[in-house]
């Protein structure tokens, strides 16, 4: 009676570990359709700042994060905040010169933008490293979200990072508790932050050429 006791239990563990297997599959194959369906509309996207909400509405969906914020670097070397999400607007967001040796050592967007590399954050609060002091300050202020995992992304050219994209606190898909990043949402952040690149400089290679033309046919008219 004992082994068709133990069989059974063994029976009902194998059954709720291919369930569980089932539905990690299922979540797989919904973000990984998901993330086609984001390249394809990104690329569409004419309008800059719908562009700009729908990379960081991806990034929700994608991790099921709290929030999240995109910045952009100019020609100034300075990161501007241009699209938040769940977080203060972006005009209320302070500006980052990376300039300024104590940004390039305390704020993790400038670290991800110098460095070029993703930047995973699991416990805010007993992270000791220098370049989340300001992001651990901000957390002690009265923000509109407290942090307490991140990823930061680089938005990533061939030759120059453009901009920073960070999400915070993502959510058990179970429990909905906020959890650390797992690796595969990484992935996934990681391959929705190089499509919104892609999107960004094409819409920035369209303006420019339009803005040619209009030169051209201005300077022909004037002929």
Known sequence: MREVHDLGLAHGAMRNALANGTRALERVSNHLARLIGIGVNLAKEKDRKKLLSAVLDAAREIAGAQAAILFLRDDDNFLRPVATLGRDPPQLVPVLDMNLPELQRESLAVYT??????????????DAREEVALLRRYNQQDSSIRAQTVVSLPLQTADRVIGVMQVFNAQDADSDQISPFSPSQITY?????????VALENQKLIAAQTHLLD?????????
């Open 189 to 197: 952040l990681e391959s929705l932050a190089a499509q919104a690149t």
């Open 215 to 223: 030169t051209l046919v201005r300077t022909l008219g004037d002929a």
């Open 113 to 126: 933008a110098l460095k070029g590399v993703i930047s995973v954050v699991d416990d805010l609060d007993n």
